[in-house]
C-alpha cells in the first residue's frame, strides 16, 4: 500500500488535471462563441473604414464650401459698409469746399478733382484695409477720371469706386431729386471650384475672380 501522503499528492494532481481540463473546455466553448462576435467587429470596423473614405470628400466639399461662400458674403457685407459711409459722407459735404491742395473749380468740373471726392476715397480705402481687404488700399493713391456732369471714378487692382454727385431719384411726390450714388466693385477669388473638382472628378462650382458690386444712394443734403 502506498503512504497516505502519497495518495494526497495523487489525488491533488488528478484534481488539478481534471480543474485544468473543465477550464480548456470552457476556454474552448467560450472561444466558439466569441469568434463570430470578433469576426462582426471587425468587419464592422472595415465597413466603417470604407464609409468614412467614401464620405470624406463630400465632408471637405460642405466645409470648404461653407467656407468660401461665407468669406464672399463677408466681402460683400465690408463694401456695402464702405459705399453707405461714403454716399453719408457725400451728400452733406459741398464739392466746392475749398481746399489750396486741390485745384478744382466748380465752373470747369473736369479742371481736377475735388476734395471731398478725394477725402472719401481715401476713406473707403482705409475701411477695406482695416477691414481685411487689403486691395482696397490702391484707391489712397489712384487717379480718378472724370465724367459730366458730377461723376468721378477710380479703378485700380480690378476694384472700381464710382462717385456721382449728380444721380437724380424720383421723391414721393414725383418730383426728382438731387442724390448721390456710390458703386463699389471689389474682386472676390473663389477656391470652392477648384476644391470641388479635385475631390470629385467632373464637378464644377464657382471659380476664379468674381466681381462683387455694392451700390448706395442717398438725397444731397447741400447743393454742389
Not at 8 to 34: I, N
Not at 96 to 103: A, E, G, I, L, Q
Amino acid at each position: 500500500m502506498r503512504p497516505p501522503e502519497e495518495k494526497r499528492r495523487a489525488k491533488t494532481q488528478l484534481e488539478h488535471t481534471c480543474v485544468e481540463s473543465w477550464l480548456a473546455t470552457k476556454r474552448f466553448h467560450a472561444s466558439q462563441l466569441l469568434l463570430p462576435a470578433i469576426r462582426r467587429i471587425r468587419a464592422a470596423e472595415g465597413s466603417e473604414l470604407v464609409e468614412f473614405s467614401l464620405s470624406l470628400p463630400l465632408l471637405l466639399v460642405i466645409i470648404i464650401g461653407i467656407v468660401d461662400f461665407a468669406r464672399a458674403y463677408n466681402t460683400k457685407h465690408i463694401t456695402e459698409n464702405a459705399a453707405r459711409m461714403a454716399a453719408r459722407t457725400m451728400v452733406s459735404t459741398p464739392l466746392s469746399v475749398y481746399d489750396p491742395n486741390c485745384s478744382w473749380n466748380k465752373t470747369s468740373p473736369g479742371s481736377g478733382t475735388p476734395c471731398p471726392i478725394q477725402g472719401v476715397a481715401i476713406s473707403v480705402a482705409d475701411y477695406l484695409t482695416n477691414a481685411g481687404l487689403s486691395a482696397g488700399a490702391c484707391l489712397a493713391t489712384a487717379t480718378a477720371s472724370y465724367t459730366s456732369p458730377f461723376t468721378w471714378t477710380y479703378s485700380c487692382n480690378n476694384l472700381t469706386l464710382v462717385i456721382d454727385k449728380a444721380y437724380t431719384i424720383t421723391g414721393a411726390n414725383g418730383a426728382s431729386l438731387s442724390a448721390t450714388k456710390i458703386s463699389l466693385s471689389y474682386p472676390y477669388i473663389f477656391m470652392f471650384g477648384r476644391i470641388i473638382g479635385l475631390l470629385v472628378p467632373g464637378a464644377t462650382g464657382p471659380l476664379g475672380t468674381v466681381i462683387l458690386t455694392s451700390n448706395a444712394v442717398m438725397g444731397n443734403l447741400v447743393l454742389n
